[in-house]
């Protein structure tokens, strides 16, 4: 699979902490963090992994925005509490989204399975995974 890393412009440089671009680099993966933190963070390690790979499928996608951070303006989730503590397996789930991992199968949406509209046929057809009490929907 074609890692997410160079859609956060992320690369082996953003390691060194001196450069700016490792500043900015670093300042995107933590809005994905922060994000997943605040969304599935009390969720199975695969819900936080779905939702980031949904984020950056998200990204890849023509439908949506070229960045995570507009992805998730556009969402109208952008403002991700900045005081939230992102604990190590959140983190781990990223990395391993942005690293290729992907237990939705692609999916550009989420809903909690309990809504009534996932059950309607033209949802039903979209639905690509159901795990963890949501549905990933292309």
């Known amino acids: 699979f074609e890692p997410y890393a160079a859609l956060l ?12 671009a490792s500043v900015s680099d670093e300042l995107k993966t933590d809005v994905l963090t922060r994000f997943v933190e605040e969304k599935a963070g009390g969720e199975s390690y695969a819900v ?4 980031a790979a949904v984020a950056l499928n998200r990204v890849k996608s023509e439908r949506f925005g070229s ?5 998730l303006r556009e969402a109208g989730v952008y403002g991700s509490d900045v005081s939230v503590t992102v604990s190590e397996r959140t983190k781990n789930a990223v990395r391993d989204a942005l ?15 309990d809504d009534e509209r996932v059950n309607a046929p033209e949802y039903e057809q979209r639905t690509l995974a159901h795990f963890g009490g949501y549905v990933f929907l292309e």
């Open 9 to 20: 412009d992320v690369t082996e440089a953003s390691a060194a902490p001196s450069t700016s």
């Open 48 to 51: 936080r992994v779905a939702f």
């Open 67 to 71: 960045t995570v951070s507009a992805v």
């Open 99 to 113: 690293l290729g991992a992907d237990p939705t199968f692609g999916a550009l949406y989420i809903a909690d399975e």
